[in-house]
């Protein structure tokens, strides 16, 4: 068990740009989900998927903001056309199954990628 | 009626003291529910969860779970000031999906 690993730590970027950030969860985990946390705040939930199939996407989140899991493996989070306030930690957590009906299988967070858009 | 509230911070109590976090949920379909502690430029990680109405100890920490009023609270015993960071309440709705609250800053005073 390696834990969650998350790529890059940081990521500077000029507005206009697109950034791509990956995940990679616990190996026997099917559970990958996406959350966005800002200085002083809760995180907040983006989108999350059931192996490779994504169950939800926030409605708060923009067209510019795409994730996959093409394998059912790592994921991918792919921001277009960057703005300053998506200047943000992007967390990537796991866990084992439908987390309601397994008891004790809690979400596992990676490091986070820290995204600053200048 | 946002879907995870805690309550307001910072949260200051002197060493030794008892801290009470409280949190309440929307979703009356949530069955299981998660503390989560996070240190300053670090990932949250898990304390207590809880599954049942009721009282959960685990050392020092307590979770009270009451479905019915839609509550959750978090008691730590004997507060020492490495237990300063932010506490953030996990509710899974009825669809799976994790929800966390906007987190209270506890700051324990030697």
């Known amino acids: 068990d390696t834990g969650v690993s998350q790529n890059p730590r940081h990521k500077i970027t000029k507005r206009g740009q697109n950034v791509t950030f990956r995940c990679d969860p616990i190996?026997?985990?099917?559970?990958l989900y996406w959350y966005r946390q800002t200085l002083g705040q809760g995180p907040e939930f983006l989108t999350y998927?059931?192996?490779?199939?994504?169950?939800?996407k926030s409605r708060l989140l923009s067209d510019r903001f795409s994730a996959e899991r093409p394998k059912g493996s790592f994921s991918t989070l792919e921001i277009q056309r960057t703005e300053q306030g998506d200047s943000a930690m992007y967390l990537c957590a796991s866990s084992r199954g439908q987390i309601q009906l397994l008891n004790n299988s809690p979400l596992h967070f990676g490091n986070g990628t820290r995204l600053t858009v200048t | 009626q946002k879907e995870v509230e805690q309550n307001s911070g910072p949260l200051s109590v002197p060493e030794g003291a008892i801290a009470s976090l409280n949190c309440t949920y929307s979703?009356?379909?949530?069955?299981?529910f998660f503390w989560y502690r996070q240190y300053s430029g670090k990932s949250p990680e898990l304390i207590m969860s809880?599954?049942?109405?009721g009282d959960k100890e685990d050392g020092r920490f307590t979770a009270q779970l009451n479905k019915a009023s839609q509550y959750v609270s978090l008691l730590i015993r004997d507060s020492q000031p490495s237990d300063s960071a932010t506490y953030l309440c996990?509710?899974?709705?009825?669809?799976?999906?994790?929800?966390f609250g906007p987190g209270t800053s506890l700051s324990v005073i030697p």
């Open positions: 996990a509710v899974i709705t009825s669809y799976d999906k994790v929800i």
């Open positions: 190996s026997e985990h099917n559970r």
């Open positions: 998927f059931q192996n490779e199939a994504q169950l939800e």
């Open positions: 809880i599954y049942s109405n």
């Open positions: 979703d009356r379909g949530s069955q299981s």
